[in-house]
């Protein structure tokens, strides 16, 4: 996957799925380090959010200033993601192969959040089930 996306694939799925890719990125250019500080930083910072959930729900904050301050948090990680993998990305072609295009492929992300279930979609953004 094009770094590039990272930071919009966290923003509409969670930074635990971009930094599955850019483990994935990273194992495939043979960065090992790099693949297992994408794996912690997306789950750490899904944690972050499971927890801002739960202390959101005991100050009685409202559901949709949560999922906006959730949804800036996940774009944040997705852009470190994207800077931690810039250095070893060369040129404008990623692993020297067929790229996709942009555009296409940010249609094919927006289709997948339309499409996904809600309940899904929320839990990998790091809101627990019966929170939302």
């Known amino acids: 996957i094009e770094p590039l996306l990272l930071p919009y694939i966290a923003l509409m799925f969670g930074s635990a799925v ?16 790099l693949a297992l500080l994408s794996l912690l930083l997306g789950l750490v910072a899904w ?22 301050g959730a949804r800036v948090l996940h774009f944040l990680v997705g852009g470190l993601l994207f800077l931690l993998q810039r250095p ?17 492929s940010y249609v094919a992300t927006l289709a997948a959040a339309w499409f996904i279930p809600l309940r899904l979609l929320l839990i990998l953004l790091g809101v627990p089930p019966g929170r939302g």
């Open 47 to 68: 944690f972050a959010c499971v927890v801002m959930v739960f202390a959101a729900n005991k100050a009685h904050v409202r559901v949709v200033f949560l999922l906006l």
């Open 88 to 104: 070893h990305v060369h040129g404008s072609e990623f692993l020297h192969g067929r790229l996709a295009p942009m555009r296409a």
């Open 18 to 33: 971009a930094g599955l890719f850019a483990a994935w990125n990273a194992v495939v250019i043979r960065r090992f380090g």
